[in-house]
């Protein structure tokens, strides 16, 4: 047994060092994203325009990209650019009833954070739903009770999950 763990000790040195290389690998992917996705929310290129068709409707752009919708409005307010958190805070600020996001810089924003969905994105820098600023509802798993401690001899009781 110990002849045969000495002739494979130079595999498993090697499986050993590939693996740490992978997760050097993974490390700096990770990184570079996260630096991304930071980058993108800093840069000063969003914009919003507001139109009262019955109800306040605020159409959300990039400045850096053309406008991809025929719905947009034809000559969009002229603010100046924000980044992510300040057009966060404008919308907010303006309360309008509905939100109209160009489709063109969606994808475009996508398309720069490399496979992360606008959706994930914004939920993740902001913890709520882009299209309705409202937080999604507790995970059933967070919200359940805790086990064990219950006086119950440490079965935790039956909680039926």
């Given at each position: ?56 409707t605020?159409?959300?752009f990039?400045h ?10 034809a000559?969009?307010?002229m ?9 966060r805070?404008a919308?907010?600020d303006?309360?309008?009833v ?10 475009e ?20 739903d ?16 805790p ?12 909680g039926?999950?």
């Open positions: 047994m110990q002849e045969t763990s000495e002739a494979y000790k130079p595999v498993r040195r090697e499986i050993g060092q590939a693996m740490w290389i992978e997760k050097e690998k993974a490390g700096a992917h990770a990184l570079q994203a996260h630096r991304r996705k930071a980058e993108l929310a800093e840069r000063p290129i969003w914009g919003w325009s507001m139109a009262t068709n019955g109800q306040p605020a159409y959300v990039r850096d990209v053309p406008a991809g919708d025929s719905s947009a409005p000559s969009p307010q603010n100046p650019p924000v980044d992510l958190p300040g057009l805070q919308l907010n303006l309360k309008p509905q939100l109209q996001w160009d489709s063109t810089a969606i994808t924003t996508e398309r720069e954070l490399e496979s992360v969905s606008f959706e994930s994105w914004w939920r993740e820098l902001f913890y709520e882009y299209r309705t600023f409202t937080s999604p509802p507790p995970s059933r798993s967070s919200s359940r009770p086990i064990g401690g219950t006086g119950t001899s440490g079965t935790g009781g039956f039926g999950y």
